[in-house]
């Protein structure tokens, strides 16, 4: 069963935006984060929201990505914006939910900047 399900990814020009979108399948146990992985890179933490609300983020994306959530809609956004090519990757979601001992990871939604 499919847990959590990644989209809004994309290609899109140097300096522009997307806004990816991880819905759960159930309630979110937080923290819940964001990672990418570009090729031949291990995978890295972009962006975290905890229960709180409180957020942290990569140095690299600081000031240019923004992660929010809809609690009702079991739903964790990631805003970025003043996209560079450097922010290539598959962006995964990963948190673990009610009920379960470990954590999930999403499928994946490529994200391409290039012009």
């Known amino acids: 069963q499919v847990q959590l399900v990644e989209s809004g990814g994309g290609l899109v020009q140097p300096g522009g935006s997307l806004r990816l979108s991880c819905e759960a399948s159930?309630?979110?146990?937080?923290?819940m984060g964001w990672y990418r992985q570009a090729p031949g890179n291990q995978r890295e933490l972009v962006a975290l929201?905890?229960?709180?609300?409180?957020?942290i983020y990569a140095d690299s994306v600081k000031g240019r990505f923004t992660i929010s959530r809809d609690r009702a809609k079991n739903t964790v956004y990631l805003q970025m914006n003043s996209l560079k090519p450097e922010d290539t990757a598959v962006y995964y979601c990963n948190a673990r939910l009610v009920g379960d001992l470990t954590t999930s990871w999403g499928q994946g939604t490529q994200v391409t900047v290039s012009s």
């Open positions: 929201i905890i229960r709180d609300g409180s957020t």
């Open positions: 159930k309630t979110i146990v937080y923290p």
